[in-house]
């Protein structure tokens, strides 16, 4: 299968099951469209095959028209080098992966990852929270250092032979603990040395909190630390109000702004100013812009997840106008970058060149198996997003998991489990999506999350396109 | 070289299969997201 499309006057084409991305010329991405056809019927065939075809084509009225502006020495070339690249593996690959994986269900797996709910109360309200204002419709609740280290001690115990376990402090406002944050990461500390365990750490802030004398410690400690803000102050303030209604943009942007500073000078340098867009800025790239050109050179801004009956929630009609935003981004991006001030866009990260390997491409985010959700007093969910829903209770850090029917159902949530997922072109590099969002919005795991699919698809693209211009500024070739 | 295709540095998600596997990696999850999943943008731990 291969996935072609333009982009900021790039033909791109990405050989979907080998992972290769070429950068063609209008002949060859032309002619792919009968190689296509071809490579459908025959599973080899010649640049003869490939020419004979093209002549054929030629017959019709829409395929003169299409094919007669390129000479035939062209063609000629062209059809060589696409049966060359089919020669070496690098075009129409087949998906063999999913014969030769190994059978999802009875995979061994072992958990690295736990999303510690260090809180469950949140000074903000923001209004797209899918916390519900940190509550997980739920009760207030801070989590105790006691059961805070159970959780630890639960990871390694169940880390098998992993050494890098993840740890995110998350809430609520995880800073509204902070004592609890700074007693558990000394604790993960000792059990490294115990047990022969690298702890990754990661906080995430909606920064109202944050002071200059915890810089020192979150700097030494945190793997990477969250900011939350969602771009211009009046978009923020809007969806990112106190209880009582103040906006917290002012509050917060100084501190980041400080905070980032002494991130850049740390070891650990790695943050993001993460922020949501809603209904009410389908205009995002905007925020992107503002948060660059506040200083900030890590940045996420992502689409926010809402029921359709929320004013704020993205809708159908409202994609073409995100996918142009995406694109509009993806110029900002290289020209920023081509000014000397270049910002990085999570969405827009994409390593080709050392990406994971297709087990894990294909594995699913790991919610529910390798990666567990913690409430304050120590109970066990999938992830996040499934706090607070009593059917996807799991157990808890005491007793440790107790519905494995839950656990091997999501064990088997992967990228062949979902019909929508077997042609798209983007299963390696979402992994079949977010298994919340599809249960949320399908009441099943193994569904999909249409809005979100279209988008993340567009990110994609325009992710491969930035990787085909940066390849271009590389040659010095700065006019494109 | 190719004169109508420049083909981009990647890494070969066959080759991937043969060797791949060993879990050491970051999860998905565990970046800036929380809401999507997206693992095409990470590294892999043996590349780092």
């Known amino acids: 299968m291969i996935h072609k499309y333009k982009n900021n006057g790039y033909n791109i084409v990405l050989d979907v099951c080998s992972g290769s991305v070429h950068v063609v010329d209008d002949c060859v991405y032309d002619l792919l469209d009968i190689a296509a056809e071809l490579h459908e019927k025959f ?33 000629s070339e062209a059809a060589e080098e696409i049966t060359q690249l089919i020669a070496e593996g690098m075009l129409f690959t087949p998906d063999t992966y999913e014969d030769s994986l190994v059978d999802y269900k009875k995979r061994q797996t072992v958990v690295k990852a736990l999303c510690l709910h260090i809180s469950h109360d949140c000074n903000l309200a923001c209004k ?5 204002e940190g509550e997980y419709h739920g009760r207030r609740e801070l989590m105790t250092p006691e059961v805070g280290k159970k959780a630890l001690d639960f990871l390694v115990a ?65 793997d990477n630390v969250v900011l939350s803000i969602d771009g211009r102050k009046e978009i923020n303030d809007l969806m990112r109000p106190h209880r ?81 935003e995406y694109d509009k981004l993806a110029k900002l991006y290289l020209d920023y970058r081509k000014a000397g001030k270049p910002f ?26 390798e990666y567990l959700a913690v409430t304050p007093w120590g109970d066990l969910y999938p992830c996040h997003q499934f706090v607070g829903n009593e059917d996807f209770l799991l157990g808890n850090v005491y007793d440790g998991i107790r519905r494995n029917d839950i656990v091997d159902e999501f064990k088997c949530c992967n ?47 325009c992710a491969i396109m930035i990787k085909a211009a940066l390849a271009d500024i590389e040659e010095g070739d700065m006019e494109k | 070289m190719k004169k ?30 929380k809401t999507s999943c997206t693992v095409g943008n990470q590294t892999c731990e043996k590349f780092k």
């Open chain 1, 43 to 75: 599973d080899r065939f010649s640049v003869m095959d490939l020419l004979g075809a093209v002549s054929l084509k030629c017959q019709t009225p829409e395929g003169s028209a299409k094919y007669s502006v390129y000479g035939t020495q062209e063609i």
């Open chain 1, 128 to 132: 797209y929270c899918f916390a519900e």
């Open chain 1, 158 to 222: 169940n880390s098998g032979n992993r050494r890098n376990l993840e740890v995110d402090f998350f809430g609520g406002e995880p800073l509204m603990n902070w004592d609890t944050v700074v007693e558990l990461v000394r604790y993960g500390r000792e059990l490294e040395k115990t047990h022969d365990k690298n702890f990754r750490f990661t906080l995430t802030t909606n920064g109202t909190l944050l002071k200059e004398d915890m810089f020192d410690f979150i700097n030494a400690e945190m």
């Open chain 1, 244 to 324: 009582g209604g103040q906006g917290s943009y002012d509050e917060i942007v100084p501190k980041y702004l400080k905070f980032a500073e002494a991130r850049k000078k740390n070891e650990r340098d790695s943050y993001y100013v993460r922020g949501t867009y809603t209904r009410n800025n389908l205009d995002f790239a905007e925020d992107v812009k503002h948060l660059a050109d506040l200083g900030f050179d890590q940045i996420s801004v992502e689409p926010v997840v809402a029921s359709p009956e929320d004013d704020y929630a993205l809708r159908d009609e409202d994609i073409p106008g995100l996918l142009e």
């Open chain 1, 344 to 369: 990085n866009f999570f969405h827009f990260m994409i390593d080709l060149e050392g990406g994971p390997c297709v087990y894990k491409r294909l594995s699913g985010c790991g919610s529910g198996t």
């Open chain 1, 415 to 461: 990228v062949y489990a979902k019909p929508e997922c077997r042609d798209c072109f983007a299963r390696f590099y979402c992994s079949g999506g977010c298994a919340a969002n599809a249960y949320n919005f399908h009441g099943s795991i193994t569904d999909v999350y249409e809005l979100g699919c279209k988008l993340q698809r567009k990110r994609i693209e």
């Open chain 2, 4 to 33: 109508h295709i420049k083909t981009l540095n990647t890494r070969d998600l066959k080759k991937s299969a043969v060797k791949g596997g060993c879990g050491e990696c970051q999860t998905s999850c565990q970046s800036a997201c």
